[in-house]
């Protein structure tokens, strides 16, 4: 069936170092990947998105890298800082809008 | 705040009872989504609406599911006979003017059920 995964469920780093997130899809027609982050009890977050055409993105402190060679994608947050823990979910889009969400990873910045 | 909003935030029923969660969207947002998120795990896909149109439902939704959005504005979903393991965080998000199925979805802070 058709999944989004990620390769590890949790990530600790060091408050100021940077944090890769990865995500692997099965669904070579998702025309359209996000990045969501999730803090306790509260909804996703938007925070970046990638079209199919393009493979690298970037926000703020963010970028986002698509490889539709292998199917994966990650989410790369320069100079972690402890307001960026969180669990962080990588979603496609299979089309009409539907999203496909990984598991998540959870990240915990330390001080 | 312009953001989606759903309500109640907390719901706590018996077994058997019926619930109704409601979803008010970003103003002039056509689309109107619902996910379930269970602990640990990511959102999973209920159904959507184009403005009042009920366009996709998952098979996640089972007949004791019902959604709605008469007015194309708010929508609400309904879980009538509750069971224990309807039991989730109900998840709506909202996107788009342009009613693109690309355009960012923006989600609300959820309802969590409790089934006794």
Redesign the interface.
Same mark, same amino acid.
Request: hydrophobic share 25%; no cysteine.
């Given at each position: 069936g058709e999944s989004?995964g990620l390769h590890l469920p949790t990530l600790s780093v060091q408050e100021g170092d940077n944090s890769i997130i990865n995500c692997a899809y099965s669904n070579s027609a998702s #025309?359209?990947f996000?990045w969501?982050k999730q803090e306790s !009890?509260? !909804?996703?977050?938007?925070i970046i #998105?990638i079209?199919s055409n393009m493979d690298k993105r970037q926000g703020q402190r963010v970028t986002v890298l698509l490889n539709k060679t292998v199917k994966h994608l990650s989410l790369q947050i320069a100079a972690t800082q402890p307001g960026d823990s969180a669990v962080y979910?990588c979603?496609e889009?299979i089309?009409? !809008?539907?999203?496909?969400?990984?598991? !998540?990873t959870e990240l915990s910045v330390k001080p | 705040d312009t953001g989606?909003s759903q309500d109640p935030r907390h719901k706590i029923t018996k077994r058997g009872q019926n619930v109704t969660f409601r979803c008010d969207p970003i103003s002039e947002h056509n689309?109107l &989504?619902w996910?379930r998120q269970t602990l +640990?795990? +990511? $959102? =999973?896909?209920l159904t &959507?609406f184009q403005n009042e149109a009920q366009? =996709?439902k998952s098979r996640l939704l089972s007949d004791r599911f019902s959604a709605e959005r008469p007015k194309g504005s708010f929508s609400t979903l309904e879980i009538q006979r509750t069971e224990q393991g309807d039991s989730a965080m109900y998840?709506c998000?909202s996107?788009g003017t342009g009613g693109r199925? /690309?355009? /960012?979805?923006?989600? +609300? $802070? +959820?309802t969590r059920l409790t089934v006794l």
């Open positions: 989004v #025309d359209y996000i969501y !009890g509260k !909804g996703p977050q938007f #998105d079209r979910f979603a889009n089309g009409q !809008g539907k999203l496909i969400f990984g598991q !998540g | 989606v689309r &989504y996910y +640990g795990q +990511g $959102p =999973e896909f &959507y366009l =996709e998840l998000a996107s199925s /690309t355009d /960012t979805q923006y989600f +609300g $802070p +959820g």
